[in-house]
Nanobody, 117 residues
């Protein structure tokens, strides 16, 4: 059964770090690109980082140099390491596995990240 669960969010001061985790069992995880999106209050959902099934990585400009995405195919996990966090990073963060070989994709419920002093 497909299940996508994000964890690791919380409240952190500006300049701090958090590591988000995405556990996504129940499908061929290694054949999926893993996207991390975020949605701030009253804003559109935006793509933050992606790692493809072949390991190709992209970042959005606002997080480049501060965030790092990775994956562990053996354990159906993806991670988003977030450093030097800023108040503008405050949002709900979502994990979105998307197949590289078909129309299938899945979403988690999201994890809240709040950056505030």
């Amino acid at each position: 059964q497909v299940h996508v669960e994000e964890s690791g969010g919380g409240l952190v001061q500006p300049g701090g770090s958090l590591r988000l985790s995405c556990h996504a069992p129940g499908f061929e995880f290694d054949l999926y690109t893993i996207n991390w999106y975020r949605q701030a209050s009253e804003k559109e959902r935006e793509l933050v980082a992606s790692i493809s099934s072949t390991g190709s990585i992209t970042y959005s400009d606002p997080v480049k140099g501060r965030f790092s995405i990775s994956r562990d195919n053996r354990n159906d996990m993806s991670y988003l390491q977030m450093n030097n966090l800023k108040p503008d990073d405050t949002a709900v963060y979502y994990c979105n596995p998307k197949s590289d070989y078909g129309p299938w994709e899945h979403w988690g419920q999201g994890t809240q990240v709040t950056v505030s002093s």
